[in-house]
T-cell receptor
Framework: IAGITQAPTSQILAAGRRMTLRCTQD?????MYWYRQDLGLGLRLIHYSNTAGTTGKGEVPDGYSVSRANTDDFPLTLASAVPSQTSVYFC?????????????FGPGTRLTVL | GQNIDQPTEMTATEGAIVQINCTYQ??????LFWYQQHAGEAPTFLSYNVLDGLEEKGRFSSFLSRSKGYSYLLLKELQMKDSASYLC??????????WGAGTKLIIKP
């Protein structure tokens, strides 16, 4: 693995189904983030984790949950998908505060909820 | 509230210079980022400014004025591969990034 990976690349999901988007980084970054990106809108933060074992809510957390059991992995779960969760989801990682706050993004997961 | 404003779309000619502006309002301020995002791809880091002034990095430069809540990204000697969206993001007092909607830059031959 080089950098940050996400799976799946894309998914079509029936409304009401449960779905977990996977994210793994090998850069030993402390912080990880989940964003959604919708046409005409900026990236919106869903959840974040500043370090393994801790998580926090972002701007649009409703309907999503995360866990951070270790440094490398940060899965995002949709407990019961709804059509408004159709979006492109990006996972990102970074070192944290200060000028090392540069975030590195995974390739994204394109999710369609029907 | 927190807000990042940037133009939705700009068009420029190959070989020319273009300036993409960004104004920001954040709760506290810990820096301003510019990212590039090609269609269908992930954003990639271009620049970070926390002090006033111009930071030059090859064909790309980024400027910040903290007193005016203003930044711009300057792209010189435009190439077709520079066609992309350019995202401005401010780092607030909680070290969370507040993102603009992005400026789609179209380069014409």
């Amino acid at each position: 693995i080089a950098g940050i990976t996400q799976a799946p690349t894309s998914q079509i999901l029936a409304a009401g189904r449960r779905m977990t988007l996977r994210c793994t980084q090998d850069m030993r970054h402390n912080a990880m983030y989940w964003y959604r990106q919708d046409l005409g809108l900026g990236l919106r933060l869903i959840h974040y984790s500043n370090t393994a074992g801790t998580t926090g809510k972002g701007e649009v957390p409703d309907g999503y949950s995360v866990s951070r059991a270790n440094t490398d992995d940060f899965p995002l779960t949709l407990a019961s998908a709804v059509p408004s969760q159709t979006s492109v989801y990006f996972c990102a990682s970074g070192n944290g505060r200060g000028d090392t706050d540069t975030q590195y993004f995974g390739p994204g997961t394109r999710l369609t909820v029907l | 509230g927190q807000n990042i404003d940037q133009p939705t779309e700009m068009t420029a000619t190959e070989g020319a210079i273009v300036q993409i502006n960004c104004t920001y309002q954040t709760s506290g301020f810990n820096g301003l980022f510019w990212y590039q995002q090609h269609a269908g791809e992930a954003p990639t880091f271009l620049s970070y400014n926390v002090l006033d002034g111009l930071e030059e990095k090859g064909r790309f430069s980024s400027f910040l004025s903290r007193s005016k809540g203003y930044s711009y990204l300057l792209l010189k000697e435009l190439q077709m591969k520079d066609s992309a969206s350019y995202l401005c993001a401010g780092l607030d007092s909680n070290y969370q990034l507040i993102w603009g909607a992005g400026t789609k830059l179209i380069i014409k031959p």
